[in-house]
Structure formats: C-alpha cells, structure tokens
C-alpha cells in the first residue's frame, strides 16, 4: 500500500509553483484517500513562540482542536517528548481530546526541521489498532520530505 506512495510524496512537494499550505493539503488528501485506515490526517505546528500547537492543512471532518496545548492530548504530548505516539485505543488514554466519537486510534509522529521539533504529522483512525511500524516508518518518511520544503 504504501510504495507507490513513497514515489508520489516527493513528487507532490516538488511542485514548487504551489504555496507550502497547498502541498501540505495535497499530502493530507492524498494519505487520506489512499491509505484505509486513515480517517482525518493532518499537521499541527508550533505556535510561534507559545506553548501550544496549531492546526495547519487536513483532511477529513472538521475539528474545533485548532490549537492544543503542549501535554494535552496525544499531539500535546508529542509536542513535548519528541517521539511517535501509537494509540491503539484511544479510550484508554486519559490524556486524550476526543475529536469524534468515532475514532478508536490514533498515530502522531513529530516533524523535525534542523533537528527542532516544528510540528507533528496526525493521524485518526475509525478502525481499532490499525498502525503497525510500517504506518511508523512511512509517515516519518512523510515527515523527512515535508522538512526539505520547509527549510
């Protein structure tokens, strides 16, 4: 599933003639209606010089989280830990901000520029515990590409 996708991600941020935003959205679209399991997708990044992120380009139903603070919730929390979170089951988080009722899992993976953490990649599933580290590794992928058009 995802190969012709590792061809296509490069080729859809090299499209220089289109704004960052407009890429970013393509990439959300493009993951979205190509990969199953992946319900909502998109970017929240750092809120100037606040401690809090803020929603960038997505796809999929709306969300009124268009800024969370850092530690809140599974994207707050990458904020700080600097790490990918896999949420198999979203109801056995305590520290999660529920979206919409119908999603069971989450995966979050942060976006490092020059080695800061700028930003985060995420993902909803409606499906229980569909990530596995393959999901892992293509959306840090993902994130690798995303940081060359943002340097």
């Not at 679209?29 to 909502?40: I, Q």
């Not at 985060?120 to 580290?133: G, H, K, L």
Request: include cysteine.
């Amino acid at each position: 599933m995802f190969e012709k996708l590792y061809n296509d991600i490069p080729i859809l941020l090299n499209r220089t003639a289109l704004k960052t935003d407009i890429r970013l959205q393509q990439v959300c679209e493009l993951l979205k209606n190509t990969v199953p399991h992946y319900d909502w997708v998109g970017f929240y990044f750092k809120n100037g010089d606040k401690e809090e992120l803020k929603l960038g380009p997505y796809a999929g139903a709306p969300t009124d989280h268009t800024l969370i603070p850092f530690g809140k919730g599974i994207c707050g929390q990458v904020a700080i830990s600097n790490q990918n979170f896999v949420v198999p089951d979203v109801k056995a988080q305590d520290n999660y901000i529920a979206c919409s009722i119908s999603v069971k899992s989450e995966i979050v993976v942060p976006l490092f520029v020059n080695g800061e953490n700028i930003g985060q990649i995420d993902i909803d599933s409606n499906t229980s515990d569909p990530f596995t580290v393959e999901d892992e590794r293509f959306l840090e992928f993902v994130n690798a590409e995303i940081a060359k058009i943002l340097v």
